[in-house]
Each structure stands twice: as C-alpha cells, then as structure tokens.
C-alpha cells in the first residue's frame, strides 16, 4: 500500500547546511516562496525532533495518486495516530485536506485554507547568508555576489542554473516568458511593454503571459517595484535571486546586479517583506516613507560623481530628512545642500542605517 510505503520512507534531513530565518510555523501552516529557498529542508529541520509519529507526502510523487490515495489517507493517518502530516509540492491537487493537528503545507504560492495561515519562505538576505556559510565577511560577500542567494546556489554552476531556470519554469512558453522578463531584471519596465514585444516576436495568449507574471509575482520570484505616488508608472524590475540574468545574458550588468541585491535586503531584513512600503522615484533608487530615508546604490564610488548625482536631488529633499549611499566597500559621511547623507558598505548594513529609532 503506497500510504504504507510512504509513511516508512519518512525523509531524513540530510543537507549540510539549513536556513537560518527565524520563522515560526502554525499548527496549520502554508510555507510559500520560490524554488529552491529551501523550504522543504526547513520544514524537516523544523520537525527533525518532533516526536510523535509523522508523514511526508511529496504530491508529485508519480507513486502517489492525489485523486485515489487522499481518500484513505484520513483514515490510514488516524489508524497510524500521525500527528504531523506534511503535503508538499502543493498546487490544488487535492480539494480535502485531512483533519491532522499539525498539518504543514509547501507551496510555491499562497492558498485560501480554511484554518491555514500563510506563511512567505523569504529569499536569502546577505545577514543570513553569512549565518549559513562560515566564510569571512569579505569572502561571504564575494560567494554571495559570484553565485546568488538560492539555497544551493554554490552548486549550481552556469549550465546547471541554466537548466534550474527551465524546471522554474516548467515549459517553454514560460521560459520564453521568464527569460524576458529576467533581461530587464534593474529596469523600468511595464509588463505591457514585455508583453508587446513578446508578441511581435512569436506567437502568445495575453492570459499566458499574464497569468504566468502574476504566478512569479506570488511566489515571490518577481518584484515589481512602484514608483512613489505614480502606481501606474513603469515599475522597476527585480528577482529573488539577483544573479538570474548572468545565466542568460553577456550582459553583465553589476549595477542592476547591486541594486536588486540592495532591494532585496532592505525589503527583507528591515520592512518584513511588505514591497507596498518601499518605492523608487527619478533621482533616488528606494525610498521608504516610514524612515523618510532616500537610498542611492553606487557600487563603485568616485567623489565628483557622487556629489553630481547628489546635486541633481531636487523634490526628494521635500521628505528626505537623510540619504544612505550603498556601495560595495567605500564609508564616510558628508553633507550635500544641506541634506546629511552616509555611505555604508554593503555587508556593513544595520539597522541603524535603515530603520533608526
């Protein structure tokens, strides 16, 4: 009986190396997010001590029928006395979900359970990065600039992210879709405009298109960034991992690069992963309203090009108290028409620099 086989097979947690959030699950919980966040070595490690009988289900084990075995596996779990059932690769395959105390649901989106909290499995900022490898700050900096911040990032090397890409994917209508959209990762951009180019290019359903960006927008593989106090504007175009268009592209654009990966650790490490906290406007990168912070990146700093850049701030200073200049290992304060700014490092990043109280 495969709910029998199943039930034996419980996986053991082997990874050698484990996220470091500090999440803190529900009794019934939807764990969502992008491939290859780890959120299925988190759950077993979260569990790795749970001492009660447990099951793993993967519904997209071809073994396992999610229209046949479901059926039993009510009964079958309260015959074993399961007190964790865990369903992974979640995508609506089954409409009951069984009656389990602690019930944890992987997904790559968000679903509407009745009695299931949503929780986002977040990407993988540079402060937790340095937690998992144990590397200095300068070469954690550099590993983390070279491969990315997917889980097994180091790993995957140029052609294996390629094929990485088509699994995220899935088929290739969609990677033609994911390609495009990854080619304007830093840009401004209306998905309009990707979806008419698209078109002249080949053939394609707007429902497609559509439906497939918002997929990649509530898994948070894609951000889209909204320009303060114009919501329809162009938005600014980023990913979950900021390497993503070094696999497809010759391209190498480390400024884009450093700016996806600045928004992705402001909006991860400081505004709790809430994107309708942030901005960007026509001089400035991010704006947070909140902090009346205005953030600049300049990986590569030369003082005549900094104060020229500074000078051309204008409406900003309206609600700008400060502006932090992130670059990738320059530090010093300074004052530019009167407005105080500081450039931090990148890995010197704080709190006191974000959100101060």
């Not at 966040?37 to 071809?62: A, Q």
């Not at 701030?313 to 407005?339: A, H, M, P």
Request: net charge positive; glycine share 2%.
């Amino acid at each position: 009986m495969i709910l029998e086989k199943l039930f034996e097979q419980y996986p053991k947690n082997i990874s050698k190396i484990h996220r470091k959030t500090n999440i803190k699950l529900h009794d019934k919980t939807i764990l969502y997010g992008a491939k290859n966040t780890g959120k299925t070595d988190f759950i077993l490690n979260y569990f790795n001590n749970f001492e009660h009988n447990k099951m793993y289900i993967n519904l997209n084990n071809p073994k396992f029928n999610p229209q046949k075995d479901i059926e039993e596996l009510d009964s079958f779990c309260n015959k074993m006395d399961i007190q964790l059932l865990i369903l992974d690769s979640f995508n609506n395959q089954i409409q009951k979900i069984p009656n389990i105390n602690k019930t944890i649901i992987i997904s790559q989106t968000p679903h509407n359970i009745h009695d299931f909290t949503n929780i986002e499995m977040p990407p993988i900022t540079f402060k937790e990065y340095s937690k998992i490898h144990k590397y200095s700050s300068e070469e954690s900096l550099t590993n983390y600039l070279k491969y990315g911040n997917l889980l097994e990032g180091e790993s995957l090397k140029e052609y294996k992210k390629i094929e990485f890409l088509h699994t995220l994917a899935n088929n290739e209508s969609n990677f033609w879709i994911l390609k495009n959209l990854i080619l304007h990762l830093g840009s401004k951009v209306s998905t309009h405009q990707i979806y008419t180019k698209l078109k002249k290019e080949g053939k394609i359903s707007k429902d497609r298109f559509y439906s497939y960006t918002k997929f990649l927008q509530d898994s948070k593989t894609l951000f889209l960034l909204e320009k303060l106090d114009h919501s329809s504007a162009a938005k600014k175009l980023y990913f979950y991992d900021f390497t993503l268009k070094n696999t497809i592209s010759f391209d190498r654009n480390f400024s884009a690069l450093f700016e996806n990966m600045v928004f992705l650790e402001i909006l991860y490490e400081y505004l709790n992963g809430d994107i309708n906290t942030i901005f960007y406007t026509d001089k400035i990168d991010f704006y947070i309203p909140k902090y009346s912070l205005g953030i600049v990146c300049m990986p590569f700093i030369q003082n005549h090009i900094l104060e020229s850049k500074l000078n051309k701030i204008s409406k900003e200073r309206e609600f700008c108290e400060k502006f932090i200049i992130i670059s990738l290992n320059q530090s010093f304060i300074g004052e530019n028409l009167g407005t105080p700014y500081e450039v931090v490092p990148f890995n010197k990043l704080n709190t006191h620099h974000i959100s101060p109280t």
